[in-house]
């Protein structure tokens, strides 16, 4: 079968380093999403990662193992606005998304 | 800046109600999909297309219909609304492939069944 796990809750401070992680089962992979969401807002997309390794972007990074199944959001130099929730996804065999329920990140002064 | 939209964004209408939510894009996207999601919880995918007159159901689709008569029209139609339905639907495009099988959201529409 096919899951997806990461942590419901997490909380962190303001300037701090965060790391989210994402545990996944499927016979089929072509690759995992990091999505932020906003509370009441639509996801939007921050990361792919299809080889294993650490996909830097500005104060995000992501890394895969794909060997494991796991993978992590590296949040750096944490703001006010990063206060979201942080949805992992993966494409099946099919290149179909199976999603997370999500991490909500709480960042506080 | 992504260009789907949905409409509505909010709706409340009673039991038994045929309702229709709109989705467009102007991204010239093959690819759009409808997912529901319930606060903290997880997004269930309803419906996709691939293209045109392509119409393939997710896990939640029986009791809902789309058309794909369009490449940028999606809409989603639920003949008879019932309170189970009240979440929040998002419509998502996306160009395709593998490797840039980002999703472009809209901005949801909240729906309330009483």
């Known amino acids: 079968g096919q899951n997806i796990d990461q942590p419901t809750e997490m909380t962190a401070t303001e300037g701090a380093i965060v790391q989210i992680n994402c545990t996944y089962q499927?016979?089929?992979?072509?690759?995992l999403f990091w999505y932020q969401q906003h509370a009441g807002e639509a996801p939007t997309f921050l990361s792919y990662?299809?080889l294993d390794g650490l996909e830097e972007k500005g104060r995000f990074s992501s890394f895969l193992s794909r060997s494991k199944g796991y993978s992590y959001l590296l949040l750096k130099e944490l703001q006010m606005k990063d206060s979201a929730s942080y949805l992992c996804?993966?494409?099946?065999?099919?290149?179909?998304?199976?999603w997370g329920a999500g991490t909500k990140l709480i960042i506080k002064p | 800046e992504a260009d789907i939209y949905q409409t509505p964004r909010y709706l409340v209408i009673g039991t038994g109600k045929k309702i229709t939510l709109e989705c467009s894009q102007t991204?010239?996207?093959?690819?759009m999909y409808w997912y529901q999601q319930d606060p903290g919880m997880e997004l269930h995918l309803i419906h996709y297309?691939?293209?045109?007159?392509?119409?393939e159901k997710g896990d939640l689709s029986s009791e809902s219909t789309v058309s794909r008569i369009r490449t940028e029209h999606f809409p989603l139609t639920l003949e008879s609304a019932r309170p189970s339905h009240t979440s929040q639907y998002l419509c998502?495009?996306?160009?395709?492939?593998?490797?840039?099988?980002?999703?472009?959201f809209g901005e949801g529409s909240r729906l309330t069944v009483l």
């Open positions: 996804s993966f494409m099946d065999s099919n290149y179909q998304l199976i």
């Open positions: 991204m010239g996207h093959d690819k």
């Open positions: 998502a495009s996306s160009s395709g492939g593998a490797d840039t099988g980002e999703l472009f």
């Open positions: 499927t016979s089929g992979f072509n690759g």
């Open positions: 297309s691939y293209g045109v007159n392509s119409t």
């Open positions: 990662n299809v």
